[in-house]
């Protein structure tokens, strides 16, 4: 069974610095595309932050995050990370890693990120 565990969420001032991490089981990350989504509250859309390739040379950033946040993978690890720097509270949402390929998806069960003073 595939498992996508997520940690690292909380709450956090404006400013401040969080890093999410989700862990895969019952499968290798490899060959997997890996993107994080967020939920903003109230809202019933996911909506993409950022993506990374097999590799981490080949990125992508939803213009609000681009230069504040950073995707990456390590696939010996098994695992996806999302450190995000310079937080706003409207970076206010449950976040969720996701990985897939042409054949299957699979999702992380969502992390509350709270940017507040």
């Known amino acids: 069974q595939v498992q996508l565990v997520e940690s690292g969420g909380g709450l956090v001032q404006p400013g401040g610095s969080l890093k999410l991490s989700c862990t895969a089981s019952?499968?290798?990350?490899?060959?997997?595309?890996i993107n994080w989504y967020r939920r903003a509250p109230g809202k019933e859309e996911r909506e993409l932050i950022a993506?990374?390739?097999?590799?981490?040379?080949?990125?992508n950033y939803q213009d609000s995050v681009k230069g504040r946040f950073t995707i990456s993978r390590d696939n010996n690890k098994n695992a996806m990370y999302l450190q995000m720097n310079s937080l706003k509270s409207d970076d206010t949402a449950v976040y969720f890693c996701?990985?897939?390929?042409?054949?299957?998806?699979?999702w992380g069960q969502g992390t509350q990120v709270t940017v507040s003073s």
């Open positions: 996701n990985m897939f390929t042409e054949y299957d998806e699979f």
């Open positions: 993506s990374v390739g097999y590799t981490n040379d080949r990125t």
């Open positions: 019952g499968v290798s990350i490899r060959m997997y595309f």
